[in-house]
């Protein structure tokens, strides 16, 4: 029973662990998704607006700063 115990408190807080290391995940995620396709649309889209193009390159500039932030 007490293996049994032990088991399971281990598994609960490895489970715990990792949300903790997955908090962010998602937003960093969206933001690489963000620079990637900015940075294709800059290589490859000769279609993009300059306009368009500064204001990703703003969000990303203030997405960095938050980061350091942080």
């Not at 281990?10 to 940075?39: C, D, H, K, P, V």
């Amino acid at each position: 029973m007490n293996r049994v115990k032990s088991i399971a408190i281990g598994s609960l807080l490895l489970g715990l662990m990792g949300s903790a290391y997955a908090e962010s995940g998602y937003e960093r995620a969206q933001q690489f998704t963000q620079n990637f396709r900015a940075e294709q649309a800059r290589l490859w889209n000769d279609q993009t607006s300059d306009k368009q193009n500064q204001q990703v390159a703003q969000q990303a500039r203030q997405a960095r700063e938050e980061k350091a932030d942080n």
